[in-house]
């Protein structure tokens, strides 16, 4: 009989202290919530930083080669950025500034400093960011195989889903408001804040960039943040 309680109690014992199994998570109900959150904010900041092989940008400048760039986005259709090239084999930072298509751009030494109301880029339109059939919606939506490959923390800590797709490049770059066209198919990890149901970064690798003279992949890192903080926008004198 003692025996018997024993065995009872050592199996009670080990069903209660056994580790909780996650509940199955949709990927694609994480995808759809997320889309219609990012596209209901106000305002939010964004980072875009490229490594692996170079990627040239066709500007009002010339042919470029994109680096870093630093925006913010208010709605519906307002973003400014400063964005660091590479031009004639030296580093550029240029401010641009667009509302929907209208776009104004400005260098220290090309323009004086002075804000030249010009396309900086074609095609580059803020508005495409959270527009319903483009933006982060087509980013997410055209994800396909997609796979949850679970949950995660940020360098910040902050706690996200992870998510691993692929995409026609051509949709992606709507997510960078066509500032960055990128082609062929494109591998994408996709992180969400677990709080906020708001996609926080996205990692995109171009296979298709890699030669033998630059053999790791042209990759953006994209990271969203400052979700509806107060703007900081420093406008040109004629839409002040």
Avoid at 100 to 114: E, K, S
Wanted: aromatic share 10%; hydrophobic share 45%; with cysteine.
């Amino acid at each position: 009989m003692r025996r018997w309680l024993l065995g009872l109690m050592v199996l009670l014992f080990a069903a209660c202290s056994g580790t909780a199994t996650e509940e199955p998570v949709d990927p694609f109900q994480l995808i759809t919530d997320a889309a219609k959150n990012i596209r209901e904010s106000n305002t939010f900041r964004m980072s875009v930083d490229r490594t692996g092989a170079s990627y040239f940008v066709q500007t009002d400048l010339g042919l470029v080669d994109f680096r870093h760039a630093m925006a913010q986005y208010v709605a519906p259709d307002i973003l400014q950025a400063t964005v660091r090239l590479i031009a004639a084999g030296l580093p550029a930072d240029v401010e641009v500034f667009s509302r929907g298509d209208n776009q104004w751009y400005r260098h220290a030494v090309l323009t004086a400093n002075l804000w030249f109301n010009a396309p900086f880029a074609e095609g580059f339109n803020p508005e495409e960011l959270i527009a319903q059939d483009t933006g982060f919606q087509m980013a997410l939506h055209s994800l396909i195989n997609l796979s949850y490959e679970g949950r995660d923390n940020l360098e910040d800590g902050t706690s996200v889903f992870h998510l691993k797709g692929l995409a026609d490049g051509a949709d992606i770059s709507a997510l960078l408001a066509n500032l960055v066209e990128t082609t062929g198919q494109v591998f994408v990890d996709v992180f969400i804040d677990q709080k906020m149901m708001i996609p926080v970064r996205f990692v995109i690798v171009q296979p298709d960039t890699i030669t033998e003279a630059e053999p790791e992949p042209t990759t953006w890192t994209v990271d969203v943040y400052d979700i509806n903080a107060a703007p900081e926008l420093d406008p040109p004198p004629d839409e002040s």
